[in-house]
């Protein structure tokens, strides 16, 4: 009798914490268009309760068995201490408001607490089923909107109120500033994703779901995309030089899937607007790009008072991460009564922009890394790095977890998407979820261990 009891609590804790996973992940990736829908603005904060809530409840309430699943969730957790005690030291010799502490630790520590939990959490096979099964179907969902969306403005069903009306194909992120490239970028993650774990679906559906959100990318002119998958494309092939048959492989499709973008660049219509980016006198170390790119570095170190501003940055929000660079003046209202605090930086930074005359978010100076650094620090970044380091050692096993890495460095180098909770989470998710299902895969079932509560 016991034993059943005990089976049964063990099946409930087994299911309790996937299901608190999905809730938490959900409140990540639908809070815009519940906003578009009528929501308060708030709500686009109400991730940054539910996901350290989630991360409470699963290190006090689960015993784990798993001891490389332990291991690996000390290692985040010592990076996101040492992270937050950086960024603590940083905020108190700038004199930041604590409200800015909390926020700028979060946009860069929550897509990791999501991910120590995924992995501290060891599950069965159906556990990891049941939580692809709902991950999948809100990937969709964004997928679907996305092409509704598309269909909807060409008919005349739908208004577009502001941005171009490629701009509004934005999918379960309408409508939110660069909604339309995270949108995009979310799909194709998921769509890869898709591809790569669903080896028992048939081909013709897995490739169907690809094209699908290429198309998703096309209509939304969502162009920088396009090109930080085709870069991390390159990067996974100089990973991957060691395995010859791969890098053979994958140097093959890289071929032709370059030319392939060549041709389409002056034969498909969809694909023309790339031409603006293709002008002489763009690129190169005098290029109109790269200056305006690299602008933000001389200007966060004019602002610098002492030495520990090269250790420590300017403090979080006061420079040109996503918080200084767009939160505190779009959640103006609703943060400054909590004490928010500002620097200029980034209005100077934003003016510099503004008088260029490359307007689109790819030239944009206000980029994740130089935000990270400019807020942070050497020490900050250091230690952000240090946690990318954990994931690309420990659960990047196979070439999807490896390429959505790249990419998530790639696209730090464009916009602030490295710092957007519904891609990050996204990401982080998904790494996490495809570590337990090739775990899952390589252990016999009478070898597995479970998670018991305490």
């Known amino acids: 009798?016991?034993?059943?009891?005990?089976?049964?609590?063990?099946?409930?804790?087994?299911?309790?914490?996937?299901?608190?996973?999905?809730?938490?992940?959900?409140?990540?990736?639908?809070?815009?268009?519940?906003?578009?829908?009528?929501?308060?603005?708030?709500?686009?904060?109400?991730?940054?309760?539910?996901?350290?809530?989630?991360?409470?409840?699963?290190?006090?309430?689960?015993?784990?068995?798993?001891?490389?699943?332990?291991?690996?969730?000390?290692?985040?957790?010592?990076?996101l201490f040492a992270l937050l005690l950086?960024?603590?030291?940083?905020?108190?010799?700038?004199?930041?408001?604590l409200v800015n502490l909390f926020i700028g630790y979060m946009?860069?520590?929550?897509?990791?607490?999501?991910?120590?939990?995924?992995?501290?959490?060891p599950m069965t096979l159906r556990n990891v089923r049941w939580m692809r099964s709902w991950i999948l179907a809100f990937g969709f969902s964004n997928v679907l909107l996305a092409l509704a969306q598309k269909l909807l403005i060409t008919i005349g069903l739908l208004r577009v109120t502001r941005m171009t009306v490629d701009d509004n194909i934005q999918g379960v992120f309408y409508l939110s500033g660069a909604g339309h490239v995270v949108s995009a970028s979310v799909s194709l993650t998921f769509g890869l994703y898709y591809f790569a774990s669903a080896k028992n679906s048939p081909l013709w559906l897995r490739a169907t779901v690809v094209i699908a959100t290429i198309l998703q990318l096309l209509f939304a002119d969502a162009k920088q995309t396009l090109l930080v998958f085709l870069a991390a494309w390159g990067v996974l092939i100089l990973v991957k030089l060691t395995d010859i048959r791969v890098a053979i492989q994958y140097i093959i499709s890289g071929i032709f899937a370059f030319y392939?973008?060549?041709?389409?660049?002056?034969?498909?219509?969809?694909?023309?607007?790339?031409?603006?980016?293709?002008?002489?006198?763009?690129?190169?170390?005098?290029?109109?790009?790269?200056?305006?790119?690299?602008?933000?570095f001389p200007i966060i170190v004019s602002f610098y008072e002492n030495s520990l501003n090269w250790l420590w940055g300017l403090g979080?929000?006061?420079?040109?991460?996503?918080?200084?660079?767009?939160?505190?003046?779009?959640?103006?209202?609703?943060?400054?009564?909590?004490?928010?605090?500002?620097?200029?930086?980034?209005?100077?930074?934003?003016?510099?922009?503004?008088?260029?005359?490359?307007?689109?978010?790819?030239?944009?100076?206000?980029?994740?890394?130089?935000g990270i650094w400019g807020d942070?620090?050497?020490?900050?970044?250091?230690?952000?790095?240090?946690?990318?380091?954990?994931?690309?050692?420990?659960?990047?096993?196979?070439?999807?977890?490896?390429?959505?890495?790249?990419t998530v460095f790639i696209f730090g180098f464009i916009f602030t998407q490295m710092e957007e909770p519904g891609y990050m989470l996204t990401v982080t998710t998904l790494i996490g979820l495809r570590w337990h299902e090739l775990r899952a895969k390589e252990t016999p079932p009478a070898q597995r261990v479970y998670l018991q509560l305490s």
């Open 1 to 79: 009798m016991n034993q059943a009891v005990n089976l049964s609590v063990q099946q409930r804790g087994q299911l309790r914490i996937p299901a608190l996973i999905v809730f938490a992940f959900a409140t990540v990736f639908f809070p815009r268009i519940l906003e578009s829908a009528g929501a308060p603005a708030a709500i686009n904060f109400f991730h940054f309760a539910i996901v350290p809530l989630v991360f409470g409840l699963t290190f006090t309430k689960v015993r784990s068995k798993s001891s490389q699943g332990i291991w690996i969730a000390q290692l985040l957790l010592l990076g």
């Open 86 to 97: 950086s960024m603590t030291i940083s905020a108190f010799l700038n004199k930041a408001g």
């Open 107 to 121: 946009l860069l520590a929550e897509p990791f607490l999501l991910l120590a939990i995924v992995v501290y959490t």
């Open 260 to 296: 392939s973008f060549l041709w389409a660049l002056s034969n498909v219509p969809l694909f023309a607007a790339f031409n603006g980016w293709i002008r002489p006198g763009l690129y190169g170390p005098d290029g109109d790009a790269t200056v305006l790119k690299l602008s933000g």
């Open 316 to 370: 979080p929000g006061h420079t040109v991460g996503r918080l200084g660079g767009w939160l505190l003046k779009e959640y103006v209202s609703l943060l400054n009564p909590l004490g928010a605090t500002t620097r200029p930086v980034s209005s100077e930074v934003g003016r510099v922009w503004g008088e260029s005359y490359l307007d689109s978010s790819f030239f944009s100076p206000l980029f994740g890394w130089i």
């Open 376 to 406: 942070f620090g050497l020490l900050g970044l250091g230690i952000y790095l240090f946690l990318w380091w954990v994931v690309w050692h420990f659960l990047c096993q196979d070439d999807f977890s490896k390429f959505t890495v790249i």
